[in-house]
């Protein structure tokens, strides 16, 4: 006697009711396959991204602002900052490096961040096409931004004010590509990455331009070295945007952010420390969605549990007789048992692939941040935990069925019939 092929005759006899009943619990397992996903990948490239940055200094403002647009680069700026003051703090004995970034500009979206070289060793970073810049408006691209913008080593844009995308483009000139950085799973992947100095003399010769003058007649700046490490040498008076800042020593974490916050004009924030704060407010919704996804799951099991009572209360003189063809007992109550454990493990099968499937839409709809940057379709070891758990409810919600199956009394059930 075939017990598989018999559970699976008695499943597909009342496709309706088996098909609501795996459904209602694949969306409870889906709900939770896309939290494990998604909690998985962004806590460990939240942590990737902020891999080496000990303290973030910028204007003063919401610190976790200050964290996202200067780390993550998923938030508008606080504002800016005197480099006189950012160079004062580099000088500090309780600093080892400071990098300077200088954001307003963006092309279709993506951030252009100027910077310099130590940027790009913060991630450690190779290229794998062309060269770092060397000149003013002259960029490097990361990996997800040159794929998606198909843009090539050589090619020329021009940006457009602001860090989203609607905003008037500038004119004045012109980025030239030089490199391509290869894949690193951080957030350069989805920059354009370029000097301090293109930042200040794109926005300077603009605003010349805006006031119906010439733009600056000193073209031989812009054919001259930019900084490669420290901070551009022709900077006084400008502004910077943010400060990523490492530590000399352990000292630095205790005295370096009161220090800069109470005698300065500018703010400091810990991305570790924001960063936890992110996350304890994250789990609340966290929590109210595997609370959902507990409430759909529990529902199933008992749409499971009805489904296969009342299938038994039908299936009694089927049973008996069973029992007359030579099934035992036994045989009877793994029957019951196979049809609740085939039904979950459809619902974990069918919910792992909605949770997947969720999630790559998500990401399709989201060209930019830190979720076009997610993979849907990795599986981790945790969802097979959700299988386990799927196969856990449909045994529970066999048990009863399975009892009354075991105890069906041949003879009581034929002279019924």
Do not use: C
């Not at 396959?33 to 080496?52: P, Y």
């Not at 974490?253 to 924001?274: D, K």
């Not at 959902?292 to 549990?305: D, M, Q, R, T």
């Not at 063809?325 to 009877?332: T, V, Y």
């Amino acid at each position: 006697m075939n017990l598989f092929r018999l559970s699976w005759k008695y499943l597909t006899f009342r496709p309706l009711s088996t098909g609501l009943n795996v459904f209602l619990l694949a969306l409870g397992l889906a709900i939770i396959t896309v939290l494990i996903l998604v909690q998985d990948q962004f806590e460990k490239k939240m942590t990737q991204d902020a891999e080496g940055i000990d303290l973030v200094v910028g204007a003063k403002g919401s610190p976790l602002q200050l964290i996202l647009s200067g780390v993550y680069h998923i938030d508008f700026p606080t504002g800016n900052i005197p480099i006189d003051e950012a160079k004062k703090l580099s000088r500090n004995r309780l600093v080892k490096r400071v990098i300077p970034l200088a954001l307003g500009d963006n092309f279709q979206g993506y951030r252009i961040v100027g910077a310099n070289y130590d940027y790009l060793d913060l991630y450690q970073v190779e290229f794998s096409e062309g060269k770092i810049w060397e000149l003013p408006f002259e960029v490097v691209l990361g990996a997800e931004f040159a794929k998606k913008s198909g843009l090539r080593v050589g090619d020329k844009f021009t940006g457009s004010h602001g860090i989203s995308i609607g905003s008037h483009e500038h004119e004045v000139h012109a980025y030239q590509v030089t490199g391509i950085l290869q894949p690193t799973g951080t957030v350069l992947d989805r920059l354009i990455i370029t000097s301090i100095e293109s930042v200040w003399y794109m926005h300077e010769d603009e605003a010349e331009e805006d006031a119906g003058l010439e733009a600056s007649s000193h073209e031989e700046k812009y054919h001259s070295p930019v900084a490669i490490s420290g901070f551009p040498e022709n900077g006084e008076g400008k502004e910077i945007t943010t400060l990523l800042v490492q530590y000399r020593s352990p000292m630095a974490a205790v005295q370096l952010p009161r220090m800069i916050n109470s005698g300065t004009s500018m703010q400091a924030a810990s991305p570790s420390f924001e960063m936890s704060r992110l996350f304890e407010l994250l789990g609340v919704g966290v929590s109210l969605l595997q609370g959902l996804a507990f409430v759909l799951i529990i529902i199933s099991g008992l749409g499971i549990f009805i489904a296969l009572y009342n299938s038994l209360k039908e299936r009694k003189y089927d049973l008996a007789i069973l029992r007359t063809l030579g099934a035992s007992r036994f045989q009877l109550l793994i029957l019951v048992f196979l049809e609740g454990i085939m039904l979950t493990f459809l619902g974990a099968v069918l919910g792992i692939l909605l949770g997947h499937t969720f999630l790559s839409v998500l990401i399709s709809n989201n060209d930019q941040g830190v979720v076009s940057s997610l993979q849907a379709w990795i599986f981790l070891k945790q969802e097979l935990w959700i299988v386990v758990y799927a196969l856990l409810v449909g045994i529970v919600a066999s048990l009863i069925p399975a009892w009354s199956a075991y105890q069906t009394s041949i003879a009581k059930q034929l002279t019924k019939a």
